[in-house]
């Protein structure tokens, strides 16, 4: 191509770094290839043929659309580099991603974010199907297909109205919970599902289950009287100090569940999200989770 726009062999030789006799040997491999003659001498130097015209016009469309191809590249990896598209279960996605991200936005003011909350079933669908780069699950055990790093840990309480009579007992058993009815998530749910596991280990299968399709919408069934839920105590930590959820005096505390970040496997996170999991995975951000990503005021 240099050749035809230079109308020059040695010109071209000189503008790609080639000596003379190179260049004409790619002209002649190319001239055997396809049987035809694509430049000619003239004036001192050379023009193309009409197959050479020909070539030229197809090759130089190729080259155009390499070059728009490259700009596409160089505009969706400086869009990547400033975008995050993270999804959570709703424990997490209520409570702790938002903490999370302001800590991110302190580092990188430019970030652009796209959050979405669901349960967790809903979460590791959304990153297998690669619509967001990182999500966050509180499932008991790592979800299987994922690659899975625990992030933190978090504690599951028992939840009733004040005015409940579950509320005054001293010690709550298995028994005193198989007589009240579980106001908890809809299935696919990390807490409904850790907490079912606990119940099942005390013995305590309650007769009656209310299931609800968000955290909100649990404690308020719960507040009304409902029934007894176990939820995050990082959720239910305002409604304890209002006064509008008592916490139950359990005979065996539930234990910690583990609160995991999740990637598609053979995918390759952005920058934004490895700086994510560099910020949560800091020296004690594992103890103070919710608030170790905060720096100290003043």
Known sequence: MAAIELG?????????HLTQPAVSKRVALLERRYGLALL????????????????????????GGLERADAAMADLARHERRMLRVAASYTIGETLLPIWLAALRLDRPELLVDARVGNSAEVVA???????????????????????????SDELVAVVAPASDLAHLDVVDASSLAAATFVTREQGSGTREAGAR?????GAE???ELALSSTGAVKGAVEAGAGFALLSRRAVERELAAGSLAELRMAVA??????????????RAPEPALRLLALLRRPGADDRIGTALLPPIG
């Open 254 to 267: 539930c234990p910690p569940r583990p609160l995991g970040a999740i990637t598609k496997p053979g995918a």
């Open 8 to 16: 020059s062999l040695t010109k071209a030789a000189g503008a790609a």
């Open 198 to 202: 606990w119940l099942a280990r005390l």
């Open 40 to 63: 000619e001498r003239w004036k001192g130097g050379v023009r193309p043929t009409e197959a050479g015209r020909i070539l030229y016009a197809e090759a130089r469309q190729i080259l």
């Open 126 to 152: 959304r990153v297998l199907a690669s619509d967001v780069d990182l999500g966050f699950v509180e499932t008991p055990e790592p979800p299987a297909g994922v690659d899975y790093l625990e992030v933190g």
């Open 206 to 208: 309650p007769a009656q």
